[in-house]
Structures are given as structure tokens and as C-alpha cells.
């Protein structure tokens, strides 16, 4: 999964951009933890330091990708 979201972010990154707040793997490890564990979105953000809407980016983003990608 996490070479399937490295291909998807080089895709959309190509020209460059401003650093993202979560790694790759932290945003596919907040997507997993999210479905298994049932934490809330606030509670996770301040594991992380970061915005509510910032987790909320993040799982949406992976819950996409396996949708549109071609494995």
C-alpha cells in the first residue's frame, strides 16, 4: 500500500509544492488506525500536532487512491 501511495504523491508533486505536515507513512498509519482502533479524528490530530481537518485531508486521500489506481 505504502508503494501505491508513494506513486500516487510523485504523480500529483511533480512540480514541486510546500512540505507536507504528515509522511506518507504517517497518513497510511492514521488511515489503518482510524478504521481498526475507532479514534476520533480530534484525538488523533493532537497525537500528531497537527488540525483536525489535516487527519481528515489525510484518510481521504488514502481512502481514494485504491479506488483509482490500477492494482
Keep these: 500500500m505504502l508503494n ?4 500516487k504523491y510523485v504523480d ?9 505536515k504528515l509522511t506518507l507513512l504517517d497518513k497510511l498509519v492514521i488511515t ?8 476520533s479524528m480530534k484525538n488523533i490530530a493532537f497525537d500528531y500536532g ?4 489535516t487527519i ?13 489506481s490500477n492494482y
Design 4 to 7: 501505491i501511495l508513494n506513486e
Design 12 to 20: 500529483l508533486h511533480k512540480c514541486g509544492g510546500k512540505n507536507p
Design 32 to 39: 489503518l488506525g482510524y478504521y481498526r482502533e475507532y479514534r
Design 50 to 53: 497537527v488540525v483536525k481537518s
Design 56 to 68: 481528515c485531508e489525510s484518510i481521504n486521500w488514502v481512502e481514494q487512491l485504491p479506488k483509482k
